[in-house]
């Protein structure tokens, strides 16, 4: 089956199961002529939140037409309860699992591997009176009693978003709803330390007084040795640190107290002084995998911050223009929703191109997404939509850098030396297992 026909796919198996759902849930519960059925309301908030620009209610009235739907603005805005978020967060579980990918970008050091995966999370603050479906941080500021994180794993090689999943937003990253799902021979998995239990052990078994170690060994070069990770479960691995100016260390000092300040509690001590370093722990072996290689593959982890900022700052996945809760987590589930079918159309139609700009392929997908609601609405045919759309993705490309290579330009010629200082420092370091 090719890539097209899986997108395709994709599409029709989310809004296919749209009306038994809106059933299920009581959230459209009589069909009428003219007016929503769960297809076409799903539809129209998915896709029509995805137009350019702020959406109002207006907007996705003008909108549902292109469904074959005449609803005015505040007809729209009286169907967001709690059955209606209800129905948006189980189609937001359909679409989860989908999954759509494209042939493995022409990068070596990808290659090398059956897949190189970037996890993390990211939250979504809600309004308080959500807190009985999920539940926040809580603490002393207004508004943190509800949040969710959407934990996700993206494949670099293939741009496949290979495990997507949503949790309270009070439970640590140790604790993810991905923990549990194996990884196949030669696959990669780049995560930061909070998704590990860090305790670290010398090869004899001894404890490992991490700070001290370094400060005797990684003062002003690179430092390496074998440890064991976990105070329970205790696997073999690499430890990598390298040191950083001072400046880049008092940056991630801030960004702790930053923090801990936002959790009405001090940054530990230890965070702070290994911010010194930048560390890295992988099993992979130096034959297969040199300390410069190891650097790239963690700066690779950025991209997954570029994702969710293509999601929060461009796509606006956090934010609604009501201040009526349920209104409000509707949108927020409709919107990842949306952002996920712009991700599918963006690694079929520009994957392949290593310096692909994310931005300006996710603009161009969304300047055409009435025409996918017409799809939808059965008045063009999907299959062809979707080649019209997928039409010059591939020539939304980044420009070369000179002075500070693009990632895609380091993953492609890795440097023969590690260089000491991240394009963007993590703010303590990762792990490549």
């Given at each position: 089956m090719s890539n097209v026909t899986h997108l395709v796919t994709a599409i029709q198996t989310i809004f296919g199961v749209a009306d038994h759902l809106a059933r299920q849930t009581k959230c459209v519960q009589r069909a009428q002529k003219g007016k929503f059925t769960g297809k076409s309301f799903a539809a129209t908030q998915v896709l029509g939140l995805m137009q350019r620009g702020e959406v109002s209610l207006s907007d996705?009235?003008?909108?549902?037409?292109h469904l074959g739907v005449q609803v005015s603005g505040q007809a729209i805005d009286q169907r967001f309860t709690q059955a209606t978020a209800t129905f948006f967060g189980d189609l937001l579980n359909v679409a989860f699992t989908q999954v759509v990918a494209a042939d493995p970008v022409a990068i070596p050091l990808l290659k090398r591997f059956a897949s190189v995966m970037v996890e993390d999370?990211?939250?979504?603050?809600?309004?308080?009176?959500?807190?009985?479906?999920?539940?926040?941080?809580?603490?002393?500021?207004?508004?943190?009693?509800?949040?969710?994180?959407?934990?996700?794993?993206?494949?670099?090689?293939?741009?496949?978003?290979?495990?997507?999943?949503?949790?309270?937003?009070?439970?640590?990253?140790?604790?993810?709803?991905?923990?549990?799902?194996?990884?196949?021979?030669?696959?990669?998995?780049?995560?930061?330390?909070?998704?590990?239990?860090?305790?670290?052990?010398?090869?004899?078994?001894?404890?490992?007084d991490l700070v001290e170690v370094l400060k005797a060994q990684a003062r002003e070069q690179t430092f390496e040795c074998w440890v064991q990770v976990g105070a329970t479960r205790r696997l073999r691995a690499r430890l990598i640190a390298i040191p950083v100016p001072e400046e880049?260390?008092?940056?991630?000092?801030?960004?702790?107290?930053?923090?801990?300040?936002?959790?009405?509690?001090?940054?530990?001590?230890?965070?702070?002084?290994?911010?010194?370093?930048?560390?890295?722990?992988?099993?992979?072996?130096?034959?297969?995998?040199?300390?410069?290689?190891?650097?790239?593959?963690?700066?690779?982890?950025?991209?997954?911050?570029?994702?969710?900022?293509?999601?929060?700052?461009?796509?606006?996945?956090?934010?609604?223009?009501?201040q009526q809760p349920w209104h409000m987590l509707c949108d927020y589930y409709a919107k990842l929703l949306g952002l996920l079918i712009i991700h599918w159309f963006m690694i079929v139609g520009c994957w392949q191109l290593p310096s692909r700009s994310m931005v300006k392929a996710s603009r161009a997908i969304r300047s055409q997404i009435v025409l996918l609601a017409k799809a939808v609405g059965g008045k063009v045919d999907l299959q062809w939509v979707v080649g019209e759309m997928l039409e010059g993705l591939d020539r939304c490309g980044?420009?070369?850098r000179q002075g500070h290579p693009n990632a895609y330009q380091l993953a492609l010629s890795p440097p023969l030396v590690f260089s000491p200082l991240p394009e963007r420092p993590p703010s303590q370091g990762g792990t490549i297992p």
């Open positions: 996705l009235s003008t909108f549902a037409r999370s990211s939250t979504f603050s809600l309004p308080d009176d959500l807190q009985t479906v999920w539940k926040g941080c809580g603490g002393k500021t207004a508004g943190t009693l509800s949040a969710f994180k959407i934990q996700v794993r993206w494949d670099l090689l293939t741009g496949g978003l290979t495990g997507l999943a949503l949790q309270d937003g009070r439970l640590p990253d140790t604790r993810s709803a991905l923990s549990e799902r194996r990884r196949g021979q030669r696959s990669v998995v780049v995560r930061d330390l909070g998704y590990f239990d860090t305790a670290l052990f010398e090869k004899e078994g001894n404890e490992l880049v260390a008092i940056k991630r000092q801030r960004a702790s107290h930053r923090k801990a300040q936002k959790h009405s509690r001090k940054a530990k001590q230890v965070v702070l002084d290994l911010a010194h370093w930048t560390l890295i722990l992988t099993n992979i072996p130096a034959e297969e995998l040199t300390i410069a290689e190891a650097l790239v593959l963690l700066r690779l982890r950025w991209q997954i911050e570029w994702l969710f900022k293509l999601w929060k700052q461009y796509g606006q996945a956090d934010t609604s223009r009501s980044m420009n070369p």
